[in-house]
Nanobody, 126 residues
Framework: QVQLVESGGGSVQAGGSLRLSCAAS????????MGWFRQAPGKEREFIAA????????KYADSVKGRFTISRDNTKNTVYLLMNSLKPEDTALYYC???????????????????WGQGTQVAVST
């Protein structure tokens, strides 16, 4: 079992940056793949980025590639999402997720992620 708590959300102007953090507790964090998703009002939950337990595999959604960077520190049981060049369309509730299975398949499907945090809100204004 892994418990996830996100932080770092807030309000920022377009072009600005934020860094989200996800602190994990419970056993085995270092063996879990970690990911970030987001959900805007009236929309489905959307995959943003994922990182394997060793950081050897990293995936991004096309919409954030080149702007967002996912990383993890297994000594601190924490995964990060650095978001640069933010756009108003990045406004959403951002969720951290964990899974014990490989990231080689089904990475973008929220149903294949077993653990979720409560989310942190990001608002980007023009």
């Amino acid at each position: 079992q892994v418990q996830l708590v996100e932080s770092g959300g807030g309000s920022v102007q377009a072009g600005g940056s934020l860094r989200l953090s996800c602190a994990a507790s419970g056993r085995g964090f270092g063996y879990y793949g970690m990911g970030w998703f987001r959900q805007a009002p009236g929309k489905e939950r959307e995959f943003i980025a994922a990182i394997s337990w060793s950081s050897a595999t990293i995936k991004y959604a096309d919409s954030v590639k080149g702007r967002f960077t996912i990383s993890r520190d297994n000594t601190k049981n924490t995964v990060y999402l650095l978001m640069n060049s933010l756009k108003p369309e990045d406004t959403a509730l951002y969720y951290c997720a964990a899974r014990a299975t490989s990231l080689l398949q089904g990475t973008m499907d929220p149903q294949l992620w077993g653990y979720w945090g409560q989310g942190t809100q990001v608002a980007v204004s023009t």
